[in-house]
């Protein structure tokens, strides 16, 4: 913009009788040489030099979007959703005032007895569990880190059911009085709160998508 003014002043001849005042209204169109105006040949070949390529949308969000929505392999689906069974499964004795109190509730869980109860009849079966997808998957690098980050969380969150079963026997609240109904509803809150991650958790997998559990994804995500 810079360089106008100086190709007016230096191309067109001012005369005598033209002030500043006439100058200014003069249009700049006129006082620049034909000359010096780009060849249409030279402006259509810029044109087409600094046309943009068709996939020049494809920003930093797109590229995320189409990432984010690339296919996960079915094995690392069906890993993860497997891994979150885990912890549900030890979190069913969490569950056994509810079923007391609402007797249909154990209605939904019917399909579930008999894988239930194979994994109960497997001596320590909680502890082999717990290690074969720590040591077998979590450590692993040759699972995908979706694989992995979804059976930390599958870890983590049996870690933290743990947890109320050592307070529990630490403290001893009885059967009776206010730590003992202080103790029903942490364990039906705990098992509700189990069966939700294990639903949440298993479907995302299914679908291919990353679940982030609360309390637990932040953890999770630290140790991979």
Known sequence: MASIPIQILHFHHVSATETPKTLAFKSPKSAISPSLLPHPLLRTHQTKWQAKPKNSTLTGYG????????????????????AY???????????????????????????LLPIISLYRSIPYSSFVAFFALY??????????????????????????????????RIFSPGRSGLGFRIM??????????????????????????TPYLPFVADAAGRQI
């Open 63 to 82: 590229i995320r979007m189409m990432s984010s929505s690339t296919t996960t392999p079915a094995t690392d689906r069906l890993i993860s959703a497997v």
């Open 85 to 111: 069974s885990l912890p549900f499964f030890n979190s069913l004795q969490y569950g056994r005032y509810l079923f007391l109190q609402y007797p249909k509730l154990g209605l939904l869980f019917d399909p």
């Open 135 to 168: 040591l077998g998957v979590v450590r692993n690098p040759s699972f995908s880190r979706y694989v992995r980050f979804n059976s930390m969380q599958a870890v983590t969150l049996d870690v933290l059911l743990v947890l109320p079963l050592l307070v529990q």
């Open 184 to 209: 029903v509803w942490v364990h039906s809150a705990l098992f509700v709160f189990s069966v939700l991650c294990f639903v949440y958790g298993s479907a995302s997998s299914v679908l291919g998508r």
